[in-house]
Each structure stands twice: as structure tokens, then as C-alpha cells.
């Protein structure tokens, strides 16, 4: 049975994509089959579309893309008992094996065996249907929209760096490198948790002017290179210029006591190892090149606790539907574009350039689900 209308990638050819129909997927045991309504582009989906690889991760046959989705429950296998035809949900796109070391250690996202939508070889939530184990469909409350539930997975994102990686509480101070829907993410999952401190660090003016509105305490952006200059002697400067001009310290009341890189720069990590506190956090959120240069030393002789973030694991969905759903995030300035299914191909080119044809910048880009109103909530 076909009525699936699909936005797929062309393998090894950059930016072709095309629509296309796919096979409705049937659902067994405890699957679930969810009609999607809503999509948000992520980071990732518009670096296989304009490259076709990320890291190991290469596209070698024709691939669904996206996976920041929600839609309303369409068919349900014979054991679920949680969910009813009609129920409004947020996708968790990862399906874990539930059997290895990781996934029995509450680590799922570090499963061997993982199945996330549009990372090859596995299609994406890019169309009508998408089936997922029930357990990773979660209920929207009333007052959230499908919009709101596609930014769920950011949100996740966010909440395992700062909440889980982070071991964010009340009281302390962050600093965010990169004001991308991440990093700002990242600043109001902070802020919502009581941060008595949230400093947004950027080169572009325009996002760090939304970072302030939006959650940011302090902003800072950081001098230009020099000519010549290294990127380790760059960030000592930066590091000294941020400290200098936001009065930060790297001990005591005025310290940060968790740095998170979302830019995947090299010389955002290491100007982030620089202010980070005397026995602080660093966690990298962002992926960049996959060779760089970090001191050593500082890491050592300030005992930074240093983490990679990938995804998100157990709890990082329900704290972010709770932290949405309480008033403490407001997600919907996030979403700056919207696109009905047919403009696909435009809603990634808008995102790729950062912008669209009016000049407005993109934060974050819905594409509704087919047959469904842009407006539709």
C-alpha cells in the first residue's frame, strides 16, 4: 500500500533531492505508526544535503531526510497500551536495541545497533508516516503545539548537555559558544533550571542580539583573527578580552562554572577550556573538524571535567515536554520559517544560506507534513 509522499536525498550527488512515494509501513508488537505533521531542519539534515556525508556516516543509497518531528498517532501495533489513534506526539527519532552494554546501562544513544531517522542507511520522518516503538512517541499536553513537539528534539539535545552531561543547578553560571537553535537551546534549558548566569558568545551580531532577548544574561563576540596569528594564541586573547570585558574570573562567585561549545569551532573549544572555572565542566555539544588542537594542560591543571554530548538518552524528552509545558522554555520564537511540504527543496536551501530571500535570518524551519496548512497547530 503506497500514499506516502517522501522527501528523499539522492545518493552521491550533492543538493538532488526529489519526492517520491513510499511504501506505508505496517506496525507490529508495540509500534506505533505516527502521521507526521510537523518537521524542523536540523544542522545535520542540511550537511548530508549539501554533502552527503558526516563524518563515517555516508549516504550510499537514496535516503528520507529529517527527523525534528511530531505528528498524530495513526495506527497502533496489538500491545501497545499507552497510545490511541488521534493522540498528539513528539518523535524520539533514535530506536535504540535495548539488549547491549550501552542500552542496558542507560546509555542508549551510545547503542551500536541504533536505528535514527535520516543518519545512513536509515530513511527519515521527511513524509507522511512514520513508525517508531510506542515508547518513543510522547504524549504532547494540550498546550503545546506540533510545532512545539518538533522542537522537542533540539530541546533533548539541549537538556542532555546542560541537565544530564552538565549537571546544571540553580545558582550557577554557563557560558554558550554559537547562538545556533542549539546553543540557544542550550541557554534557556539553563535558564529554566535556575542559572544565576547565561553568556551567549558568537561572531554574528544578529544572533547574539536574539541570544539577549531570548535567554542570554551577557553577550559576548569575540575579536577577529589576526593576520598570522594562530588559532592557540587567538584564543588566549579572547579568552582574556571575554574575561576583561564581562568581569569573569576563573575561581570564586564570578567564574563560569559550565562551558558548552555548540559551534563545533576549534577556537571556540579552546578559548570555552580558557574561562572555564577551576574544576568547571566543559561539554561539547557541536561537531566540527574532527582533528583539533586543544591544551592539555589546561584541562589538567584546572581539573575541567571534559564531556561530549551526543543526542540525548533516558528522561531528556520528558524533561523537555515538562520544562515546554510549564512556561519555562517558550519555543515558539525559535521557529523563524515555515514551508508547506511541496517547498521542501526551498526551506533547505533557505536554511542552508542562512537566510531567506527577504533578508530575515533563519533560526529554525518548520516544513509541515503533506496535505497540512503551514498555519496548522
Not at 542508549?108 to 545497533?113: A, G, R, V
Not at 583573527?225 to 569573569?248: N, P, Q, T
Not at 522554555?329 to 527577504?358: C, M, Q, W, Y
Request: aromatic share 6%; net charge neutral.
Amino acid at each position: 500500500m503506497t500514499d506516502n509522499p517522501s522527501f528523499v536525498l539522492k545518493a552521491h550527488v550533492h543538493e538532488e533531492v526529489y519526492f517520491d512515494q513510499k511504501a506505508i509501513p505496517s506496525v507490529a508488537g508495540d509500534e506505533v505508526l505516527v502521521e507526521v505533521k510537523k518537521t524542523g531542519i536540523c544542522g545535520s539534515d542540511v550537511h548530508f544535503y549539501a554533502h552527503g556525508r558526516i563524518g563515517d556516516f555516508v549516504v550510499n543509497s537514496d535516503m528520507v531526510l529529517g527527523h525534528e518531528s511530531s505528528g498524530v498517532i495513526s495506527k497502533v501495533g496489538p500491545d501497545v497500551k499507552n497510545l490511541k489513534p488521534g493522540d498528539r506526539v513528539a518523535v524520539e527519532p533514535g530506536a535504540s536495541c535495548r539488549k547491549c552494554e550501552a542500552c542496558k546501562s542507560g546509555r542508549y544513544q551510545l547503542c551500536p545497533e541504533m536505528v535514527f531517522a535520516a543518519t545512513p542507511p536509515h530513511d527519515g520522518t521527511l513524509g507522511r508516516y512514520y513508525k517508531v516503538p510506542s515508547d518513543l512517541a510522547y504524549p504532547l499536553p494540550p498546550n503545546l503545539s506540533l510545532e512545539d513537539g518538533a522542537m522537542m528534539e533540539p530541546l533533548a539535545v539541549a537538556v542532555h548537555a546542560v541537565s544530564k552531561l552538565g549537571a546544571f543547578h540553580a545558582n550557577q553560571s554557563v557560558a554558550v559558544f554559537g547562538c545556533g537553535p542549539v546553543g540557544i537551546l542550550c541557554m534557556a534549558v539553563a535558564k529554566a533550571l535556575g542559572a544565576s548566569r547565561v553568556v551567549a558568545i558568537d561572531i554574528v551580531p544578529g544572533r547574539l542580539a536574539f541570544a539577549k532577548s531570548y535567554a542570554a544574561t551577557d553577550t559576548f563576540q569575540p575579536p577577529a583573527l589576526e593576520k598570522d596569528e594562530s588559532r592557540v594564541a587567538y584564543s588566549k586573547r579572547a579568552a582574556a578580552a571575554m574575561k576583561e570585558a564581562l568581569g569573569i574570573a576563573e575561581r570564586g562567585p564570578k567564574a563560569i562554572d559550565l562551558v558548552l561549545d555548540a559551534s563545533g569551532a576549534e577556537v571556540s573549544i579552546q578559548t570555552g577550556l580558557r574561562i572555564a572555572k577551576f574544576g568547571g565542566t566543559f561539554v561539547q555539544v557541536g561537531m566540527g573538524a574532527p582533528d583539533i588542537t586543544i591544551d592539555m594542560g589546561v584541562v589538567l591543571s584546572k581539573e575541567i571535567i571534559l564531556k561530549g554530548s551526543f543526542r540525548y538518552g533516558p528522561g531528556d524528552y520528558p524533561l523537555a515536554i515538562a520544562l515546554a509545558s510549564q512556561g519555562k522554555i517558550d519555543l515558539k520564537p525559535l521557529v523563524s520559517h515555515r514551508f508547506p511540504f511541496t517547498d521542501a527543496i526551498l526551506a533547505f536551501k533557505t536554511t542552508r544560506n542562512g537566510k531567506s530571500e527577504d533578508g530575515k535570518g533563519v533560526i529554525k524551519a518548520i516544513i509541515s507534513g503533506p496535505d497540512v496548512g503551514i498555519n496548522e497547530v
